[in-house]
């Protein structure tokens, strides 16, 4: 499976060259036989170095960079790679799915848990 579109691609690089917004994830990267997710929002010039959240499986997901190459090269038993959710829909901004992620240990897509985080981030203004 190809892992970015040209279009994914350039909606990426675009949010990147925005600089510091609370973009709303534009692609979900997943293990198909893991727990590893993550949500990303923008990429970096270079093509390679992505920004968002991740969660490799280990109740502590994590706001950060990572490598295209790296998550493109990854092998998994049965032929398997990283794929893309093409189903995925991002109905928030990156600050609500990693408060959620936060209070959950794990990425979550509930809209009963997402609209709770953002009742807490609201909050806390």
Same mark, same amino acid.
């Given at each position: 499976?190809?892992? $970015?579109?040209?279009?994914?691609?350039?909606?990426? /690089?675009?949010?990147?060259?925005?600089?510091?917004? +609370?973009?709303?994830?534009?692609?979900?990267?997943?293990? =198909?036989?893991?727990?590893?997710?993550? $949500? !990303?929002?923008?990429? &970096?010039?270079?093509?390679?170095? %992505?920004?968002?959240?991740? +969660? /490799?499986? #280990?109740?502590? =997901?994590? %706001?950060?960079?990572?490598? %295209?190459?790296? /998550?493109?090269? @990854?092998? %998994? =038993?049965?032929? /398997? &790679? !990283?794929?893309?959710?093409?189903?995925?829909?991002?109905? #928030? =901004?990156?600050?609500?799915?990693?408060?959620?992620?936060?209070?959950?240990?794990? !990425? @979550?897509?509930? +809209?009963?848990? $997402?609209?709770?985080?953002?009742?807490?981030?609201? +909050?806390?203004?």
């Amino acid at each position: 499976m190809i892992l $970015l579109t040209d279009d994914t691609r350039d909606r990426l /690089l675009a949010n990147g060259r925005q600089g510091d917004i +609370d973009h709303v994830p534009v692609v979900k990267f997943f293990n =198909p036989v893991g727990a590893a997710t993550w $949500l !990303i929002t923008e990429m &970096e010039a270079d093509g390679d170095t %992505l920004f968002g959240l991740a +969660d /490799l499986g #280990f109740g502590c =997901p994590e %706001l950060g960079s990572c490598s %295209l190459a790296e /998550l493109t090269s @990854v092998r %998994l =038993p049965f032929g /398997l &790679e !990283i794929e893309r959710d093409i189903l995925f829909q991002a109905t #928030f =901004p990156l600050s609500v799915y990693a408060e959620a992620a936060r209070q959950a240990g794990s !990425i @979550v897509e509930s +809209d009963r848990l $997402l609209h709770a985080a953002v009742a807490t981030l609201r +909050d806390r203004r």
